[in-house]
């Protein structure tokens, strides 16, 4: 290796500065601002094209547009996010994870250009980034490896003979791999040179490099990782480990710090090991070293040179700000705290919140965040979110929205802390694997920390379980969601009446609310005068409701007052009881099913389209459910009706126009 790593980082490499530049997105750039901000540094978002209105460009000082949403026209595209530091004096440059964080070229280029990269030297990258690079490295330093080959010859004599040395089943990986791609289980010797054969294609395609290298498959394998963080002036801490083993596709799900696998003597001694691994190249910056366990020796399996997803976890245990820590040491300041000091306090887990449909193979899913809640932070509860009410999930990149943590003293209660903090959320408008997580964490195999890295994969029917019956209570709250949302239109569109539908006297309304599998509901409200009720099938329930806030209501049925939280989406409502998640479709009473598209307070257009025909006219009297117009949404007509009764007061398109999403077609009245 080279003499950078023999003699620590370059001196007069880094320097005090005041402007950074965080060359990345979501969650992770949000993060970091806020730390930045805390230590008086100003802060500079960059972003593409898909990304002007997202959450991190709000929270910057500044931001600079790079280029289109295409990662390599943007976020990857280092010679405009150097024109970005130039365009606004930025001295220094937060890379995040994933895009150019282990980029050694991008590390070369700042440091060329006289700018700071925070994370370690170009070097340090080079040396670790390569999965048989660094392995040569610590099987020097004396760091226990996984059995396996990791030599420069890459023919098929040689690879069948080492795999034939290790015993299957082994695993064929990319020695430049990196987010599980590229990786192969071999569990037959007929089977190895195919897998290699793609393997390589798979990382040449992702990489650029097609060298591989095989390891002994561990079985029941774990995944626990180790944060260290070095600073320039030679000192090196370890800051307790994670476990990681909750993935799928060898990708985290869930992380927990510190391992529920590893007694104490075991932590000290990964801990010791992962020193060691680090100090191999004198590393500065922070950084993990990963091992894959049987749960009882631990190997090294490789190291990322950056920060990590899962960091929180570690900061919730020590109490340490890993980013603010980050940036001292690229200011050249000595790590504040001597490794004696560095104590470990309960436990901490974390989620990973994805845009995503479990049910239907994680298809990732894009569009608009209609509604987007998180339960307040606090109490043992962190949300790292990069996305808000309104945002667009684009299809450029990673679809993680969000991470939620939990901290408690003790591993059972910081999963139920987690559990309460996962199912407070309501996110709508996109499909997200929310309900996957708490099913997850909520596994008894889980809570037994009785799992390896396959878990999720063997348990996921389990993991997916179709919605359960909608009982009495759930029907109550997706009334009482109507209710209040009927309420509020009404304040809204006329405010001197409250109840336009309350007359005096008793009346009746009826309510068809589908569920998922089709099994319809009809309830009928009984209201008006003195006590109302609900009649569903042959019982009859007391029924009230009061709203506590925007989706908050208490719901009282039989004398019981039980808080509901209900979001009410076109006709969809989705309830939240203590009985879990329900999806109920209310069965509009006028017109047909398959051509409603009205929202619930204002005629807008679903999706973009074009106006085929218009069914109404300024000044018409309609009712509830009369067709206004119809527009023609990716080939399909769509008839477009009255919300509620009125006057037609203006159409605001004619035949031939095109709508944009969310156009409002038509301005009705309400009748008074
Ligand atoms: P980790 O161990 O931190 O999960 P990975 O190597 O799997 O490390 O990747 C780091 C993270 O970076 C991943 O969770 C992934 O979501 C994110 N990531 C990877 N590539 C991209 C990308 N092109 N755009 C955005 N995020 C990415
Ligand atoms: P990546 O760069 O994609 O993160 P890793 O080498 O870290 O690649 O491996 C990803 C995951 O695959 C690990 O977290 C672990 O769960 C699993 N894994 C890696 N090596 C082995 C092994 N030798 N035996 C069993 N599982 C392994
Ligand atoms: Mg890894």
């Not at 922070?286 to 631990?298: C, Y």
Request: proline share 5%; charged share 25%; net charge negative.
């Amino acid at each position: 290796m080279n003499t950078i790593m023999k003699t620590g980082a370059p001196s007069g490499l880094y320097r005090r500065f005041r402007t950074l530049l965080i060359a990345n997105r979501g969650e992770i750039a949000c993060r970091i601002i806020r730390s930045a901000r805390a230590l008086g540094l100003r802060t500079v978002a960059v972003y593409s094209e898909a990304d002007a209105n997202a959450m991190h460009v709000a929270m910057a000082d500044d931001a600079v547009l790079l280029g289109p949403a295409r990662a390599r026209d943007s976020y990857l595209n280092i010679d405009r996010i150097i024109a970005a530091c130039k365009l606004t004096g930025a001295e220094a440059v937060h890379p995040g994870y994933g895009f150019l964080s282990e980029s050694a070229e991008f590390a070369k280029r700042l440091a060329d250009e006289g700018l700071v990269f925070v994370g370690p030297t170009a070097a340090m990258i080079e040396a670790m980034g390569s999965k048989s690079g660094s392995k040569m490295l610590m099987e020097k330093a004396g760091v226990p490896l996984v059995p396996g080959y990791h030599g420069e010859a890459q023919d098929d004599a040689t690879l069948t003979a080492a795999a034939a040395r290790i015993g299957f089943p082994v695993l064929v990986k990319a020695s430049a791999g990196g987010g599980g791609r590229g990786m192969r289980i071999v569990r037959e010797a007929d089977q190895l040179l195919p897998s290699i054969v793609s393997a390589k294609r798979e990382a040449k395609a992702a990489f650029g490099d097609d060298q591989i290298l095989i390891e002994k498959f561990v079985d029941n394998p774990r995944h626990i990782e180790v944060q260290v963080i070095g600073d320039s002036h030679g000192n090196l801490l370890s800051l307790f480990e994670r476990e990681c083993t909750l993935q799928r596709r060898h990708q985290k799900v869930i992380e927990e710090a510190p391992s529920p696998t590893l007694d104490s003597k075991q932590r000290d001694a990964i801990c010791a090991v992962a020193r060691k691994a680090a100090g191999a190249v004198n590393y500065v910056g922070a950084g993990t070293i990963e091992f894959v366990s049987n749960g009882k020796d631990f190997f090294f399996i490789e190291m990322n040179t950056r920060l990590q997803v899962e960091h929180p976890v570690t900061e919730l245990i020590t109490g340490i700000d890993l980013v603010d820590w980050q940036l001292r040491v690229a200011f050249g300041e000595a790590l504040p705290l001597k490794q004696a000091d560095i104590k470990l306090n309960g436990h901490a887990v974390e989620a990973r919140v994805y845009a995503e449909n479990p049910a239907k193979n994680f298809m990732p899913s894009v569009g608009r965040i209609r509604t987007w809640r998180t339960p307040d932070e606090g109490h043992g509860l962190r949300i790292d979110s990069g996305y808000r009410e309104g945002d667009v999930v684009s299809p450029y990149y990673d679809a993680m929205l969000a991470k939620v943590i939990a901290w408690a003293p003790d591993r059972a209660s910081a999963i139920d802390r987690l559990n309460g903090g996962l199912n407070a959320m309501d996110v709508r408008g996109i499909v997200s694997n929310i309900p996957f997580l708490s099913a997850l964490i909520t596994h008894p195999s889980v809570r037994a920390n009785a799992i390896d890295t396959s878990f999720i994969e063997r348990e996921l029917t389990a993991l997916t379980p179709p919605q359960g019956a909608a009982g009495d209570l759930e029907l109550a709250a997706a009334i009482a969601a109507v209710l209040v949302s009927e309420a509020e239109d009404a304040t809204r569109t006329s405010p001197w009446q409250t109840f336009g539908w309350m007359p005096v006297g008793k009346r009746k309304r009826k309510f068809v609310l589908r569920a998922p599998d089709g099994e319809a509901h009809d309830v009928m409200l009984n209201y008006g005068r003195g006590q109302s009720g609900l009649v569903i099938g042959a019982r009859t329930i007391a029924f009230d409701h009061s709203a506590r806030s925007d989706n908050e209501i208490d719901v009282v049925c039989d004398g019981m007052r039980t808080s509901t939280a209900s979001v009410i989406d076109g006709r969809e409502i989705y309830v939240r009881t203590r009985n879990g998640r329900f999806e109920l479709h209310w069965v509009d009473p006028f017109g047909s099913e398959d051509e409603e598209q009205t929202g619930e307070d204002r005629l807008v257009a679903p999706l973009p389209g074009t106006v085929v025909a218009v069914l109404s006219e300024q000044g018409a009297k309609v009712k509830k459910g009369d067709p206004i117009l119809t527009l023609e949404v990716m080939k399909m007509e769509q008839v477009l009706r009255a919300p509620f009764a009125g006057i037609v007061k203006r159409l605001n398109y004619k035949v031939g126009d095109i709508v944009p999403e969310g156009a409002e077609l038509a301005e009705i009245e309400p009748a008074a």
